[in-house]
């Protein structure tokens, strides 16, 4: 264990692979397994913050907080359709759900249910969420969830070009989109208030999340409290990012990670994350079947919630075709959609295998 530490540290600092959480979840698992230091169980620090942010769920709704503050709705109400895209790409996170439990059936493992369902929203490559939902569900699984859920967001420009690549055409990924309108600023200090209130009537189990997202958001787009969206966009989230990236090292102990079912819970990741890239590609050129102004594919691989480097990749990608070709807006609005979805399965989830 105190080599796949070393191996988080080499993927962050040499790869540059998401340093900002693998520099300190590779950190906290070389301390949590060093022999005669107990400084992941009892009373020591690192058990003291996990129990403080991890097991009360604090330090990823903090995460959201500060995501929510950075985040441009613009682009998604801009075109609002592209929400379909992002709600595609959460297909992943069902799959992997059905996968764990047929799994589970078959006797290659023995997933509980409220393991399955935390196992599948690494689907949703969304890390903050994957974390909350896990500790809720199945807090003995954390780590592994935690290592598999921030490694695919990290090797997003590995994993997705190929899958865009193989599901369209080079005249698809040529297809200019037009300009999108600009959004009013009480649009933008609407629909956070709308969002949350509609979702959470209908799924209460995704309020905290969402709440916070929302809550980050409104403080960013109304204006008034510039000092509160800087503490939330800057010193907060990061104060937070060090803290649970040390909880989650302190989960990495190797009698708990070490184990068969981690190769499952890695297993089914990687599959999850092709899958919500391919559903969101296909969903587009279902659109485009029905729709005048055509949608590029590329950018409903966006769709799963890396913000912002899936809708990075879905401009590089598209730009391999056409270098004039500029989706990054574009892919931002089925991006955001793609937090949002899985903010959403996380509730419902939550609600239904607590």
């Known amino acids: 264990m105190i080599l796949i530490g070393l191996l988080l540290l080499y993927l962050a600092i040499i790869k540059q692979f998401e340093p900002l959480l693998l520099i300190p979840i590779g950190f906290g698992g070389i301390l949590s397994n060093i022999p005669g230091v107990d400084i992941a169980v009892g009373n020591g620090v690192l058990a003291q913050f996990s129990a403080m942010g991890l097991d009360t769920g604090i330090f990823p709704l903090l995460v959201f907080m500060g995501i929510g503050a950075m985040t441009d709705f613009g682009p998604l109400l801009a075109n609002p359709k592209t929400m379909l895209l992002g709600a595609a790409a959460q297909f992943g996170i069902f799959s992997t759900l059905l996968g764990a439990i047929v799994m589970n059936e078959i006797g290659m493992f023995d997933f509980s249910l409220a393991q399955a369902a935390a196992i599948g929203i690494i689907g949703g490559a969304d890390g903050p969420t994957a974390i909350y939902v896990s500790s809720v569900l199945a807090p003995e699984l954390l780590g592994a969830i935690a290592v ?159 913000v912002p480097m899936a809708a990075r990749v879905a401009n590089k990608v598209g730009i391999e075709s056409d270098p004039d070709n500029f989706l990054i807006m574009h892919a931002m609005g089925p991006n955001v959609a793609g937090v949002i979805g899985s903010t959403i399965a996380a509730g419902v989830l939550i609600q239904f295998a607590a």
């Open 148 to 306: 598999a859920a921030y490694s695919y967001m990290a090797l997003v420009p590995l994993i997705q070009p190929p899958i865009m690549r193989a599901l369209t055409s080079r005249h698809e990924r040529k297809i200019r989109m037009q300009s999108i309108r600009e959004v009013s600023q009480t649009e933008k200090v609407l629909f956070p208030l709308v969002l949350l209130l509609l979702v959470a009537l209908i799924v209460p189990g995704a309020a905290p999340l969402l709440g916070m997202f929302c809550f980050g958001n409104l403080m960013k787009e109304c204006r008034v409290v510039a000092r509160l969206s800087d503490t939330a966009q800057n010193a907060l989230i990061n104060t937070a990012t060090i803290f649970l990236g040390l909880s989650v090292g302190s989960k990495l102990v190797a009698e708990e990670f070490l184990v068969g079912e981690t190769l499952g819970i890695l297993g089914l990741g990687i599959v999850a994350f092709g899958i919500g890239t391919m559903t969101g590609v296909l969903m587009a050129k279902l659109m485009n079947l029905f729709s005048k102004n055509k949608i590029n594919p590329l950018i409903g691989a966006a769709g799963v919630s890396a």
